[in-house]
Structure formats: C-alpha cells, structure tokens
C-alpha cells in the first residue's frame, strides 16, 4: 500500500486523497457561490433598472390621459375667455357710472366739463374686447354695442348748450347708449357665470381624473417595489441554503472520512484488541 509522510503519522493515498478533496471542496463552494451570488446581484439589477425605467402603469392611463389633457385645453380656453369677460365686466360697469356723470354734465355751465367726461368715456369704451373664440354661452353683442355707442357719443353736437333742445338730444343719445350696454352687460354677467360653472366643474373634474391617475401609477409602482423586495428576500435565501447546505455536507463528509479512512488502531494490550 502506498503511504505518505506527515510527521511521524503515515497517511495512505486514500487518506491523503481524501484529505485533499475535503480541502479543496471550500475554496471551490465559495468560487461557485460567488458566481452563483453575481448571477443574482445582476438578475437583481435588472429588475431595479427595468423598474427605475417603468412609466408606472401608463398603459393603463391612456384613456385617462387622454381625458385629462381635453379638460386641460377646456381650462385654458375657459381662463382665457374669463379673463377677457372679467375685465369687460369692470369696464362696463366703470362706463356705466360714467354715463351717469356726463348725463349730468348736458348743460350750459358745464359744457367743458362734458367734452372732458365724453372723451375719458371713449376711451374706456375703446378698452372693451369681444371674446370672438368664446365657446361657452351666448353672443354677447358686445363689439357692436361699443362701436356704436362711440359713434352715438362722437356724433353728439353739443352748441355750448345754448338750448333746451341741446341737453335732451345729448342726454337722449346718452340713455341710448346707456341702454345698449346694459343689455349688452346682462349678457356679459350671464357669461360669466357660465364660465364660472365651467371651470370649477373641469377643475372638479380634472382633480378626480389626477387622482385615479395617480392610484393606478402608484398601485404599478408599488407592485414594482414588492417584486423587487421579494427577489431580494428569494436570492437571499437561496443563497443562505447553499451556504447552510455546504457546512452540512461538509461536516458530515468530514465526519465520515474520519469513521472510514482514519480510525485509530488500539494500542496493543488494549482490551478493544479483543474483538479485532
């Protein structure tokens, strides 16, 4: 039989071989379990990346998507519009307080007074502004009203108010034209609820399509982070297995060889060399 030297002990090969496999078989575990550990650490990456790039439930939104952006461009004509009848709202009813001053300055001591009053008039009625693009409501009439009251306005010839009959033309043309945009201005206020109604309706419902967006992209994304948790949980384990599974088999392969290969003969005048 073929020995080997260690010492003063003699191992034979079977010994020695067996040796150098239970030495062997750690460094080559922990090489397979690096490897094994990388392929999951990457499988792992992966998924995180792939979550990282998600559009979270997307797909699911188009609809919705596509509801929220209409409701948006309602919005945005709906405030364009509003800003514009809001502010024929307050020259109107500037103009109309207006009116009133210069119907009270149709006579003769106060006739320069009048052409002052009649000129910042026209210029407050030039300010007004038509919402031609207005989809919501009815047509106000509004640009005809203001064009012709400033030529109503302009065409008042006043002669100093020299004559009774001076004054009531004057103040006859001004209450015409004070009638005219206050039908124009029922109107323009009519509008403006409705614009009103518009907007907090689509503002109601914009906030309801953002929250269903949100609750099927955060329930995409939660459902991202769970898959993730659970990989890391499933590669932890797996690897706690291997490594578990190592220590086992190599103590009990540690403990066989040592029952097969390296039992201690009995001293002689042992008693045990009674039943070899």
């Given at each position: 039989?073929?020995?080997f030297l260690t010492g003063s002990n003699q191992l034979s090969a079977a010994q020695s071989l067996a040796q150098l496999s239970l030495t062997a078989a750690r460094p080559n575990f922990e090489l397979q379990f690096?490897?094994?550990?990388?392929?999951?650490?990457?499988?792992?990456?992966?998924?995180?990346?792939?979550?990282?790039?998600?559009?979270?439930?997307?797909?699911?939104?188009?609809?919705?998507?596509?509801?929220?952006?209409?409701?948006?461009?309602?919005?945005?004509?709906?405030?364009?519009?509003?800003?514009?009848?809001?502010?024929?709202?307050?020259?109107?009813?500037?103009?109309?307080?207006?009116?009133?001053?210069?119907?009270?300055?149709?006579?003769?001591?106060?006739?320069?007074?009048?052409?002052?009053?009649?000129?910042?008039?026209?210029?407050?009625?030039?300010?007004?502004?038509?919402?031609?693009?207005?989809?919501?409501?009815?047509?106000?009439?509004?640009?005809?009203?203001?064009?012709?009251?400033?030529?109503?306005?302009?065409?008042?010839?006043?002669?100093?108010?020299?004559?009774?009959?001076?004054?009531?033309?004057?103040?006859?043309?001004?209450?015409?034209?004070?009638?005219?945009?206050?039908?124009?201005?029922?109107?323009?206020?009519?509008?403006?609820?409705?614009?009103?109604?518009?907007?907090?309706?689509?503002?109601?419902?914009?906030?309801?399509?953002?929250?269903?967006?949100?609750?099927?992209?955060?329930?995409?994304?939660?459902?991202?982070?769970?898959?993730?948790?659970?990989?890391?949980?499933?590669?932890?384990r797996i690897l706690s297995v291997l490594s578990l599974s190592f220590e086992g088999l190599q103590g009990l392969t540690q403990f066989v060889t040592q029952q097969t290969l390296f039992q201690t003969e009995p001293?002689?005048?042992?008693?045990?060399?009674?039943?070899?």
């Amino acid at each position: 039989m073929v020995t080997f030297l260690t010492g003063s002990n003699q191992l034979s090969a079977a010994q020695s071989l067996a040796q150098l496999s239970l030495t062997a078989a750690r460094p080559n575990f922990e090489l397979q379990f690096s490897i094994a550990q990388n392929a999951a650490i990457d499988r792992l990456n992966v998924e995180i990346e792939t979550f990282q790039e998600s559009d979270f439930g997307k797909a699911k939104t188009v609809l919705l998507d596509i509801k929220k952006k209409r409701l948006q461009n309602t919005l945005e004509v709906a405030r364009g519009v509003d800003k514009i009848v809001t502010a024929n709202q307050q020259l109107l009813k500037e103009q109309a307080t207006l009116l009133g001053e210069l119907r009270d300055l149709a006579n003769s001591s106060t006739a320069t007074e009048f052409d002052a009053k009649r000129d910042e008039l026209l210029l407050s009625l030039d300010k007004l502004r038509a919402a031609f693009s207005n989809p919501y409501g009815a047509p106000e009439g509004l640009a005809g009203a203001r064009d012709d009251s400033i030529a109503a306005l302009e065409a008042i010839v006043t002669n100093g108010f020299a004559t009774a009959a001076d004054v009531t033309a004057a103040q006859d043309a001004i209450d015409a034209v004070t009638a005219d945009l206050d039908a124009a201005k029922t109107i323009v206020d009519i509008n403006e609820d409705i614009l009103d109604t518009t907007i907090k309706s689509a503002d109601r419902v914009l906030g309801e399509v953002d929250l269903k967006i949100d609750q099927i992209r955060n329930a995409e994304r939660s459902e991202g982070i769970a898959r993730i948790k659970a990989l890391e949980e499933e590669t932890a384990r797996i690897l706690s297995v291997l490594s578990l599974s190592f220590e086992g088999l190599q103590g009990l392969t540690q403990f066989v060889t040592q029952q097969t290969l390296f039992q201690t003969e009995p001293e002689p005048g042992s008693v045990l060399n009674l039943f070899t």
